[in-house]
């Protein structure tokens, strides 16, 4: 704990402000990548509100179980209330959101794998290796296979859903989830532009991120290359990716164990996470208080 607190220490104030400045234009090129995608047919809907609905989404994700996600259905309710946007075209520009951030944090994961094995983070059977990348690699290329599946007319998790026997292909929910999938096909065709340019606030989020950690580790003292930067990035992306709340534990010990493994003390690590853990909480705080506030004023109303 003495070696923790003496880490932390060392941050000076206009350090905390540059990466507190950084951290809101990451949360912003997120809102305006959403922006992006729901002004292409609704160009009436103002900007800053979608800030704040970004904020209260990270908010109920990063408090709730699971892997980052859980939030999504507060963006439909958002765009739907707030601004008279239908469930099903709600639901589209959310589905076209999540699709456009998976594909770029998928390329950061794909470029960190590449990172991983190439500082050694992993080591065994070079065949086992090879087979678990070539999986991996298949599993980082969904994303832009689903989007290019949506731009020739095809719906794939409609077909899959519609296909199980189990499911009741009449209900509310699974023809809401088909008609949504059909209006983001039909974005990926008329709104090409728009969709680039949200792949490109997407990009300038990942990059703020990448940029935010550089400046982290910077400031607490430590010494890595680029490559150990993105090889422990990528093990802190994976760590968010576990079924706990905020990647509890999962994200400390991505951390000590890449630091670790780059010759970096474990107090620097667990200084590094709890730099993290007082931004997200920072800013899942604000986004529940804005979420609060804003269903009290609805009911109210």
């Known amino acids: 704990l003495t070696d923790i607190l003496q880490t932390l220490k060392q941050l000076e104030i206009w350090q905390i402000a540059l990466i507190l400045t950084i951290n809101v234009l990451v949360i912003v090129c997120m809102a305006a990548r959403w922006w992006a995608i729901v002004r292409a047919e609704n160009p009436s809907i103002p900007f800053l509100p979608l800030v704040g609905y970004r904020l209260s989404v990270f908010g109920l994700s990063y408090f709730t179980p699971g892997p980052q996600v859980g939030g999504e259905p507060l963006q439909v309710l958002y765009l739907q209330r707030n601004h008279g946007l239908s469930y099903a075209r709600a639901t589209s520009a959310v589905i076209m959101d999540k699709l456009l951030e998976f594909l770029v944090n998928f390329i950061l994961i794909g470029v960190g794998a590449w990172a991983i094995v190439r500082v050694g983070l992993v ?3 070079g065949i086992r290796l090879n087979l678990s990348l070539i999986g991996l690699a298949v599993l980082l290329t969904w994303p832009i ?5 949506l731009y020739n007319g095809a719906a794939p998790i409609s077909k899959i859903l519609l296909r199980q026997p189990f499911i009741q292909k009449d209900h509310s929910s699974i023809r809401l989830i088909v008609v949504a999938e059909r209006m983001a096909s039909a974005f990926c065709r008329k709104h090409l532009r728009a969709m680039f340019l949200a792949i490109s606030f997407s990009l300038l989020s990942i990059l703020g991120i990448a940029v935010e950690y550089y400046l982290m580790v910077s400031f607490l003292g430590m010494q890595i290359n680029a490559i150990q930067v993105f090889a422990a990035l990528t093990a802190m ?4 990716l576990m079924p706990l709340p905020g990647g509890l534990g999962a994200l400390e ?3 000590v164990f890449a630091l670790g493994a780059f010759g970096q003390p474990a107090s620097a690590a667990i200084s590094l996470t709890l730099l993290m853990r007082a931004r997200d909480i920072l800013n899942g705080g604000i986004g529940l208080l804005l979420a609060g506030r804003g269903f009290k004023d609805k009911i109210q109303a």
């Not at 296979?145 to 599946?149: A, F, K, N, Q, R």
């Open 253 to 255: 010990a991505s951390q």
């Open 237 to 240: 992306q994976v760590a968010f």
């Open 145 to 149: 296979v689903h989007i290019i599946l």
């Open 123 to 125: 080591s065994g059977n």
